[in-house]
Every structure is written in C-alpha cells, then in structure tokens.
T-cell receptor
Framework: AQSVTQLGSHVSVSEGALVLLRCNYS??????LFWYVQYPNQGLQLLLK??????LVKGINGFEAEFKKSETSFHLTKPSAHMSDAAEYFC????????????FGQGTELSVKP | NAGVTQTPKFRILKIGQSMTLQCTQD?????MYWYRQDPGMGLKLIYY???????DKGEVPNGYNVSRSTTEDFPLRLELAAPSQTSVYFC???????????FGSGTQLSVL
C-alpha cells in the first residue's frame, strides 16, 4: 500500500522568504512522486514530478523538490515566496502496476504575507 | 482542446435522491479517476478505470458506482444520496500510467 503524509496543514511565510512544504511517503514499490497546486475554486495543476530520472526535480514557478530515499521524503521548496504562491499544495504518490492511481496527502495551505 | 469536462458545476440534492456526475475527456486517455475533496482531508480516490469496460474501486467507493462504456466518458453515480457525500468531486485523466493527471474543474455537491 502507498501513503503520503504532509507535515503542517497550514504554512505562513513572508513575501521573499523561503518556502518549505514537507512530504513523506510510504511505498512498497519504487514511487512516482508529484506535487500539485490548487488555487481557490479551481482544479489541481501539476507543479513537478519525480520519476527516478534525477533526485532534484525542478518545476514551474520556481519550485523544486528533492527525492531522498533514505528519508522517504519529497519536500517542496522555493527560495523566495511571491504573493501569487498562496494556494493549497498537495503531495501525491503512485507506482507499480496499480492503474496509475495517485494517492494524495492531506494538503498544505500556504499563506504569503506582504 | 477542452481537456477534462465535468458537469454540473454545482448541485444540491435531498437525502435519498440519485444523480450522475458527468465526466468526459477529449485527449483519448485510457486512465480516468474520480476523487472527492473534503476540507483537511486531501483528495480521496473513489473509483478509477484503466480503459473502456474496466473499472476498479479506490479508497472510498461505498455509495458510488461508475461505468466506462467509452474511452471518453466516465460517469459517477450516486444512488441514495447521504449528507456524508457532500463534497467537491474531481474527475481526472491520464494518457500514461504513473504520469501527470489532467483535472476537471470540479463539481460541488451538497446533500441536505
């Protein structure tokens, strides 16, 4: 079985500060890991994905995430927060021969203060 | 290119009523999924399909049914609506297993 835990349901940062959103996963097969973002009243958009090609993954809007197998983590970072980054962020895992279904974490709401 | 289209966007049901949430995609994707989103709970997988004629249960299938008679369509049916089914429902599709999901804009359902 696969699962994802996101530490912190709400993170608040100041504009220009580092953004760090934490994600730990559990998987009995080599995982595919994703970060999605959801803006208010919208569906989810893919930020970035890890598919074993490289442990440091760069995504859209300046976000990146590092896959650390020893820590079973896939934390999302951005060096400098922008007001437009305020949204809800979801970490997700899939893998193996399970129909490609994504298992999502609980989500982390990011607030950015001016 | 419309992508994944869900209808309706909003619906209010009375307890015990039934309804079908429609989902269609025009990308010729084999993989389709239904999720529900509740505050603080993330997205939970209800049902999924790996191709026409094939469906399987996800994490929270009770109270729902699906069918996949064509590649394009993947409707979700609620037979006897209950207040616990008040949620936002998202349909998604993917062309390749373990790759990016394309999401619809969601259906907000209230059961009163």
């Amino acid at each position: 079985a696969q699962s994802v835990t996101q530490l912190g349901s709400h993170v608040s940062v100041s504009e220009g500060a580092l953004v760090l959103l934490r994600c730990n996963y559990s998987s009995s097969v080599p995982p595919y890991l994703f970060w999605y973002v959801q803006y208010p009243n919208q569906g989810l958009q893919l930020l970035l994905k890890y598919t074993s090609a490289a442990t440091l993954v760069k995504g859209i809007n300046g976000f990146e995430a590092e896959f650390k197998k020893s820590e079973t983590s896939f934390h999302l970072t951005k060096p400098s927060a922008h007001m437009s980054d305020a949204a809800e962020y979801f970490c997700a895992v899939s893998g193996g021969n399970q129909g490609g279904k994504l298992i999502f974490g609980q989500g982390t709401e990011l607030s950015v203060k001016p | 290119n419309a992508g994944v289209t869900q209808t309706p966007k909003f619906r209010i049901l009375k307890i015990g009523q039934s309804m079908t949430l429609q989902c269609t995609q025009d990308m010729n994707h084999n993989y389709m999924y239904w999720y529900r989103q509740d505050p603080g709970m993330g997205l939970k997988l209800i049902y999924y399909s790996v191709g026409a004629g094939i469906t399987d249960k996800g994490e929270v299938p009770n109270g729902y049914n699906v069918s996949r008679s064509t590649t394009e369509d993947f409707p979700l049916r609620l037979e006897l609506a209950a207040p616990s089914q008040t949620s936002v429902y998202f349909c998604a599709s993917a062309g390749v297993r373990n790759e990016k999901l394309f999401f619809g804009s969601g259906t907000q359902l209230s059961v009163l």
